[in-house]
């Protein structure tokens, strides 16, 4: 199974963009997609169709942070970032190392997306939330068990002369 791909929806009329056009970049990003799309709650949804100016503090620059979800309830409309948990905390480790130092400035630019996306969505009545492998749907898809597989058939050596 590939953890970059094409996802195509059952139910384009619920996606707000071009629905030949939905990537994947991870597992759990096809599994939130398939969720959106089969949700019966879901009225409406996208991925990477919007787009939030942030300033990155490290190079004081403007950059452009596009959103993994949107998703339209009937109640509400969320701003979903996808990530795994470690890297919604700040780094641990050696204070000089190199993986210190790259976590480092990924964790702030996190922290500088999710301001602005959180900013965002509140201007709009929204909410921002980030969704990690401790919430659902993605809690429910990582603890299920594999599928069994079905045993090798025998292995028959062929006779030489």
Known sequence: MAYKGKYTPKNKSK???????????????????????ENPKVLKWSSEEVVIPYLYEVDRKYHRYFMDLKIVFEDKTV?????????????????RTKRYISEGYTY?????????????????GWE?????EKTEPLKSMIGKPLKKLKPLPKYKRKKTK
């Open 108 to 124: 702030v630019k996190n922290m500088n997306k999710w301001e602005a996306a959180n900013e965002y969505a509140l201007d709009r």
């Open 128 to 132: 921002f939330q980030i969704w990690t």
């Open 15 to 37: 996606y707000e963009g071009d629905p030949t056009s939905i990537i994947y970049r991870s597992l759990w990003e096809r599994h939130c997609f398939r969720w959106c799309d």
């Open 79 to 95: 701003l979903v970032e996808i990530k795994p948990e470690a890297q919604t905390k700040p780094p641990t480790g050696g204070r």
